[in-house]
């Protein structure tokens, strides 16, 4: 079976609408991201605006262009309408109804294609980044602050011993954060991904022992399969700082 999980409008005559099995209804208890809960400090924080910035706001109101990765859930991805959504949409959603800006995707395969449309004007605004202050500095980016503070967790499959864990899949934009932070761990390899399904694909075919990222990755992973197949252990060492992002040179957004 191929594990996943799809509601009643998503069965396609009563079946798996990836691998054609029959399906069977579950009951599973299930974790979601709170965006709600900064809500009232990000907004805060876009009170007080100095006249530059506003100035900004003035002449950019007919829109600003993020760049995303194409499916990079919980961050961002397409819904069935074709409108966005995902955490990303669900700010910048916020911050156009405090500033009445527009915020339209450019959607991505990779981060470095991401990163490079913003490091040269293309976009404004890289909507996921972190991998830290000092490698975004040598990208020729420049880091909001946090929108959130995030534990990072390692997804392994129930029963695993977490001694033999030797091959670790992360998100090509947490890899360089993850490789520094763990680099007493000599013995561990790391496989780049695109996205944090990508990386929990890697762990299900056997090309990686585990996957590293972001609680809010890993609960939506967990999540969009059988919870009680894999485990979550929190790394108590590791947080990751999730930032935007924009050219080096832009100062004001």
Request: hydrophobic share 35%; charged share 25%; proline share 3%.
């Amino acid at each position: 079976p191929c594990e996943a999980f799809w509601t009643e409008t998503q069965i396609v005559d009563g079946k798996c609408p990836d691998c054609g099995r029959p399906v069977e209804k579950a009951k599973e208890s299930a974790y979601f991201f709170k965006l709600s809960k900064y809500q009232d400090k990000i907004i805060r924080k876009m009170e007080k605006f100095n006249n530059g910035e506003k100035k900004y706001i003035s002449a950019h109101a007919g829109g600003v262009t993020i760049a995303v990765l194409k499916d990079d859930r919980p961050y961002y991805y397409r819904k069935h309408d074709g409108s966005a959504g995902g955490i990303i949409p669900d700010l910048y959603r916020y911050i156009t109804e405090k500033t009445g800006m527009k915020f339209s995707y450019a959607e991505y395969d990779n981060q470095e294609e991401a990163v490079e449309a913003v490091r040269t004007g293309k976009n404004d605004i890289l909507g996921v980044y972190s991998n830290g202050l000092i490698y975004a500095h040598d990208s020729g980016l420049r880091i909001t602050q946090p929108f959130t503070t995030t534990n990072a967790v390692m997804i392994t499959k129930a029963g695993t011993n977490l001694t033999s864990v030797k091959r670790i899949a992360v998100k090509n934009r947490n890899s360089l954060l993850i490789g520094s932070s763990l680099g007493e761990y000599k013995d561990l390899q790391y496989v780049s991904c695109a996205s944090a399904q990508a990386c929990f694909d890697c762990m299900k075919r056997g090309d990686a022992d585990a996957v590293i990222c972001g609680l809010p990755s890993a609960m939506y992973l967990v999540n969009s399969v059988n919870p009680s197949a894999y485990h979550l252990n929190t790394l108590s060492s590791l947080s990751i700082d999730l930032c935007s992002a924009t050219s080096y040179d832009n100062n004001i957004l």
